[in-house]
């Protein structure tokens, strides 16, 4: 047997579904359908408006100490 028929039995054939291993497709049922428009647009506005929390709440939290003080030297 030539070495290029060994690497050919070795190597899959190429598609364009993504293989999920025997045991990950048994155990949780196989890969989950794509998601639709409606869902992808739902994702993307939940992801933007967690980024737009995490911004304001650092914001808050760098401004604090000084927001202290402030309230420090008024009592």
Request: include cysteine; charge should be positive.
């Amino acid at each position: 047997m030539s070495s290029s028929s060994t690497s050919r039995e070795f190597c899959p054939k190429p598609t364009n579904v993504v293989s999920v291993p025997r045991i990950t497709a048994d155990m949780f049922g196989g890969p989950a359908p794509p998601p639709s428009a409606a869902e992808l647009k739902a994702q993307e506005s939940e992801a933007a408006l967690t980024v737009q929390k995490v911004v304001v709440g650092a914001i808050l939290l760098y401004l604090s100490p000084f927001a202290i003080d402030a309230v420090k030297k008024l009592v």
